[in-house]
């Protein structure tokens, strides 16, 4: 039997097993500049493209009770690169991200029936509502770099990220990605959790 997650959005890294590689860690910074330019590029307002689709799936959530499905198709595909990018430099993985092989990040979101799941009205304020969310992660994303910094040493030192530290940034991650579905990505109207699990 096979039971549906308890939010239409769920987010995992796979834990590296396997010794780190210690020098690509040691130097990860300037290693992920080229992957960096590639990400700024497709959503810096300089690209043309905007990057990640909002006001037009607003729009048509709004006025046609719609969301278009390559709308959603081209919203995840980024959203899943951004992740195996922040993945790559929060050092929860040493395999250089691609740019469209799903590796060792695993981000899923249900795809909306419009009519049925979402309110028409609802995506003129999820931003609004979302702003305790945002408070919480702007305190959790400083802590999760704290706990980079930390397992930036003890992988120089042991070769391994710890299990504790790696499932925070992990968890910090899943809850960003959860109120950007919510207030961005327009794909609930479910409420994100406060909650890293």
Same mark, same amino acid.
Request: charged share 15%; net charge positive.
């Given at each position: 039997?096979? &039971? *549906?997650?308890?939010?239409?959005? &769920?987010?995992?890294? #796979?834990?590296?097993?396997?010794?780190?590689?210690?020098?690509?860690?040691?130097?990860?910074?300037?290693?992920?500049?080229?992957?960096?330019?590639?990400?700024? =590029?497709?959503?810096?307002?300089?690209?043309?493209?905007?990057?990640?689709?909002?006001? *037009?799936?607003?729009?048509?959530?709004?006025?046609?009770?719609?969301?278009?499905?390559?709308?959603?198709?081209?919203?995840? *595909?980024?959203?899943?690169?951004?992740?195996?990018?922040? =993945?790559?430099?929060?050092?929860?993985?040493?395999?250089?991200?691609?740019? #469209?092989?799903?590796?060792?990040?695993?981000? %899923?979101?249900?795809?909306? #029936?419009?009519?049925?799941?979402?309110?028409?009205?609802?995506?003129?304020?999820?931003?609004?509502? =979302?702003?305790?969310?945002?408070?919480? !992660?702007?305190?959790?994303?400083? =802590?999760?770099?704290?706990?980079?910094?930390?397992?930036? +040493?003890?992988?120089?030192?042991?070769?391994?990220?710890? %299990?504790?530290?790696?499932?925070?940034?992990?968890?910090?991650?899943?809850?960003?990605? %959860?109120? &950007?579905?919510?207030?961005?990505?327009?794909?609930? #109207?479910?409420?994100?959790? +406060?909650? !890293?699990?």
């Amino acid at each position: 039997m096979n &039971t *549906a997650p308890a939010y239409p959005v &769920t987010f995992d890294v #796979d834990y590296p097993e396997e010794k780190r590689n210690r020098l690509t860690v040691f130097f990860r910074i300037f290693v992920a500049i080229p992957i960096f330019i590639v990400l700024a =590029a497709l959503t810096g307002s300089y690209s043309g493209s905007g990057g990640m689709l909002f006001f *037009a799936p607003l729009l048509l959530i709004l006025f046609r009770r719609k969301y278009p499905r390559w709308w959603f198709d081209w919203n995840v *595909a980024l959203q899943q690169f951004t992740n195996r990018v922040y =993945a790559f430099l929060w050092l929860l993985r040493d395999e250089y991200p691609s740019t #469209d092989e799903e590796q060792a990040v695993h981000l %899923r979101f249900a795809y909306p #029936d419009a009519p049925a799941d979402l309110k028409r009205w609802l995506p003129l304020v999820k931003w609004f509502l =979302a702003i305790p969310h945002y408070i919480v !992660l702007i305190f959790l994303f400083i =802590a999760a770099v704290v706990v980079t910094v930390i397992a930036w +040493f003890a992988i120089l030192i042991t070769g391994s990220y710890p %299990r504790g530290m790696f499932g925070f940034v992990v968890g910090v991650m899943r809850w960003g990605n %959860r109120v &950007t579905a919510y207030a961005f990505l327009l794909t609930t #109207d479910k409420y994100p959790p +406060f909650s !890293l699990d």
